[in-house]
């Protein structure tokens, strides 16, 4: 089985996971879950925030408004959906558009980690400042996009991944100025890209792609069990 093919079907045994998941109550109240879609062996993951309504109907992650945003920006840098993959902190939409709550982006995580165990991307780009919480929670989006940023001890990014954090597409929806920010910043994960190949290769040595990924340790999950002690 080619790499490809064995990380894609490993990433569909996770999907049906993550279907089946009731871990918090967004398991719900969701119409479908949203797991993520995209090459399985992209150098570049995007990470949003949680489904909106459009995603739960389809099941698919940002396929409306800030998703057409999302793609007229890969364009930009020469790159397709298809060339990249797409995934959220959490896979299941909250009711109203409301943000996550902690337990629910804590009940999430697990599934966020053994994804980036199979992805093994290069970069990660998480999408505003609630996908950048998952990685640096003491960064700020408004002074780390743009830029890399180091992961916080446990995050759940390979060691040598390179994280390079932008606005939310919905930010330059809503304020149109940011929207010449978001073209830059999207510049600059292109340019990103060959320094972060460099620091792979001398992370992983000339075998480096046949080299398992190497995670950041989780931090303690005693979160979860918030969730497992409600049940009696
Ligand atoms: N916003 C997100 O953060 N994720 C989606 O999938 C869609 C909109």
Do not use: W
């Not at 980690?113 to 780009?125: F, K, N, T």
């Amino acid at each position: 089985m080619s790499d490809a093919a064995a990380r894609g079907a490993a990433l569909e045994a996770l999907a049906v996971e993550i279907e089946a998941c009731r871990a918090c109550p967004l398991g719900s109240s969701r119409t479908r879950s949203v797991p993520g879609e995209g090459s399985p062996t992209a150098e570049i993951v995007f990470v949003g925030e949680g489904p909106g309504a459009t995603e739960d109907v389809e099941g698919r992650p940002f396929v409306g408004a800030a998703g057409r945003l999302l793609g007229g920006l890969l364009a930009l840098i020469g790159l397709r959906r298809d060339d990249v993959y797409i995934l959220n902190v959490v896979k299941c939409h909250p009711p109203a558009n409301r943000d996550p709550e902690p337990e629910e982006v804590a009940a999430c995580a697990p599934f966020l980690r053994r994804q980036m165990e199979i992805l093994d991307p290069l970069i990660v780009a998480p999408l505003g400042r609630h996908a950048l919480h998952s990685f640096a929670p003491a960064a700020k989006i408004s002074a780390a996009h743009g830029s890399v940023v180091s992961p916080a001890a446990g995050a759940p990014i390979p060691t040598d991944a390179t994280l390079l954090p932008l606005y939310h597409p919905a930010a330059a929806l809503h304020n149109g100025s940011l929207r010449p920010t978001l073209e830059r910043d999207v510049a600059a994960l292109a340019r990103a890209l060959d320094p972060a190949r460099a620091r792979r290769a001398a992370a992983r040595g000339a075998g480096g792609a046949a080299t398992l990924s190497q995670m950041q340790e989780p931090p303690e999950q005693h979160q979860l069990r918030l969730f497992e002690g409600e049940n009696p």
